[in-house]
Nanobody, 127 residues
Framework: VQLVESGGGLVQAGGSLRLSCRVS????????IGWFRQAPGKGREGISC????????NYLPSMKDRFTTSNDNSKNTVYLDLANAKPEDSAKYTC?????????????????????WGKGTRVTVSS
């Protein structure tokens, strides 16, 4: 599985942003795409998982209010929408693939590895 993120950049506080994760290669039906972020000097944070087959989602509770993940299988793309951006959202955002149950583990366990990772896209929120 190959994953390529796009959509990062500079956004003003209070603004919104859409990140994309283009998925190529074989992904089993039970696979999910997870979104994670890591700010400089901080550990990895999980954001969301979405199951490719049926769009079932799971979020880290602290992320649920302002992040939304969605899936367009016709475009082989998974999205992450951020609303009401805050300076503390500045980070490198990365998508990753794994079975859905593993993705959910990875949301709350920063040391848990996913099967495949993209290279990430950087988001900077200005105050």
């Amino acid at each position: 599985v190959q994953l390529v993120e796009s959509g990062g950049g500079l956004v003003q506080a209070g603004g919104s942003l859409r990140l994309s994760c283009r998925v190529s290669g074989f992904t089993p039906e039970e696979y999910a795409i997870g979104w994670f972020r890591q700010a400089p000097g901080k550990g990895r944070e999980g954001i969301s998982c979405i199951k490719r087959r049926d769009g079932r989602t799971n979020y880290l509770p602290s992320m649920k209010d302002r992040f939304t993940t969605s899936n367009d299988n016709s475009k082989n793309t998974v999205y992450l929408d951020l609303a009401n951006a805050k300076p503390e959202d500045s980070a490198k955002y990365t998508c990753a693939a794994a079975p859905f149950r593993n993705c959910m583990i990875g949301l709350s366990n920063a040391d848990y590895d996913m099967d495949s990772w993209g290279k990430g896209t950087r988001v900077t929120v200005s105050s």
